[in-house]
């Protein structure tokens, strides 16, 4: 008789308390799926920033604007490979509610700076030379069906127009993807001068400056050149490295990684009591038949390496299927959300982690049983019967 025939009677033999078991599992791995892809995609601000790319705001605050002649004395510092700048718009389209993350950059040296971004060489030329042209992420221009050559107005709940509005027309000239897929495309870009240019405050300023180092080694010693250079100034600098301004920007919504870890940990606990009281259960209803298997010849090994699979096969059953909810879940989240949460995905990382954790359930719920099966007396397993 094949081992594993016998697994599968004995699992199938109490096909409601499967059922709930499974389900219990499943429960616990959706969960862990789709906060884990959400932690992900809250961290990827942090995760794909590039080592050598460092910003530089307003030592007062991230909202206060810096001197234009900022950006020439910056990329005449020793170390500093490409230098761009940019202001937030806080655009909006048709309706307050529908935010959209835009921003007036310098068409020229934003996409050297951000080399992860790809966009085609004939649409980056056309937006470069029209100056009312706009380029979207791909992951905004699904969430509104844009196009090249659409013309979108966007409006502001920040600057007005000196034309009486709150609404620039941008012309989309171009669609920018990433070459890693949970990296945000979720964002317009347009022009600064044309920006500056027609909107009310006017002024010769930048919301902050992004910049590439020659070698990240240099690091620390252009961002403490920089700061150096305009300190005491009416505009003193702050300046760090990508990942740490994303992270602390990140840390002022609370501990995302801390409420996470709870989430998860207290389901896997649960799950893991549910799973192991449901794994004892069952052993210990099957007493008198570990006993008959061993008088029949079962080494006292063998039941142990059966039960031990027995689990194994009942969380990874569960497991893959939770994996599976949570990936459906991700998918429909990312589409219906996309104006709200970065790029959501199930990536390598979580499916690989989510299999360690799916053994690791296995093997803890079912080691108690197992264990008690390995010693059990054939004498007194028979007087159980």
Request: proline fraction near 2%.
């Amino acid at each position: 008789m094949k081992d594993l025939y016998l697994i599968y009677k004995n699992l199938t033999r109490k096909k409601l308390r499967l059922f709930l078991t499974c389900f219990t599992i499943f429960i616990a791995f959706l969960i862990f799926g789709a906060v884990t892809a959400l932690q992900g995609a809250l961290n990827s601000g942090v995760e794909m920033s590039a080592d050598n790319r460092l910003i530089t705001v307003n030592k007062i605050n991230f909202t206060q604007p810096l001197p234009f002649a900022y950006v020439n004395k910056v990329q005449n510092i020793a170390g500093v490979k490409e230098v761009s700048y940019a202001n937030w718009f806080g655009g909006f389209y048709q309706e307050p509610a529908k935010q959209v993350v835009t921003m007036a950059v310098d068409p020229i040296t934003y996409f050297s700076v951000y080399e992860e971004l790809v966009l085609p060489d004939e649409q980056k030329s056309k937006w470069q030379k029209n100056r009312r042209g706009a380029v979207v992420g791909q992951r905004l221009a699904k969430t509104y069906n844009w196009k090249v050559g659409d013309t979108v107005p966007m409006s502001s709940n920040i600057f007005s127009n000196k034309d009486g509005t709150q609404t620039w027309e941008l012309q989309i000239e171009g669609i920018f993807t990433a070459k890693d897929p949970q990296t945000d495309t979720g964002y317009m870009l347009f022009h600064y001068k044309y920006f500056m240019e027609t909107q009310i405050w006017g002024g010769d300023n930048v919301g902050w400056l992004m910049l590439t180092t020659t070698d990240t080694n240099l690091n620390e010693q252009v961002a403490k050149a920089i700061d150096d250079s305009f300190a005491n100034s009416a505009a003193e600098t702050q300046t760090s490295t990508e990942a740490a301004f994303n992270k602390a920007f990140i840390e002022q919504i609370g501990n995302i990684g801390l409420i996470i870890f709870g989430v998860v940990f207290m389901a896997f606990f649960t799950i893991l009591v549910v799973v192991g009281n449901t794994m004892v259960l069952a052993i210990r209803e099957r007493t008198g038949e570990i006993a008959v298997l061993k008088t029949l010849g079962f080494s006292s090994m063998r039941v142990f390496r059966m039960i031990l699979i027995e689990s194994c096969l009942l969380a990874f059953f569960g497991g893959l299927l939770g994996l599976g909810g949570a990936y459906l879940a991700v998918l429909w989240a990312s589409a219906a959300m996309a104006r709200f949460l970065p790029n959501l995905v199930l990536d390598q990382g979580i499916v690989l982690q989510a299999l360690g954790y799916m053994l690791l359930l296995g093997l803890i719920t079912g080691i108690v049983p197992a264990l008690r099966a390995l010693k059990l007396n054939i004498v007194s397993g028979l007087q159980g019967v």
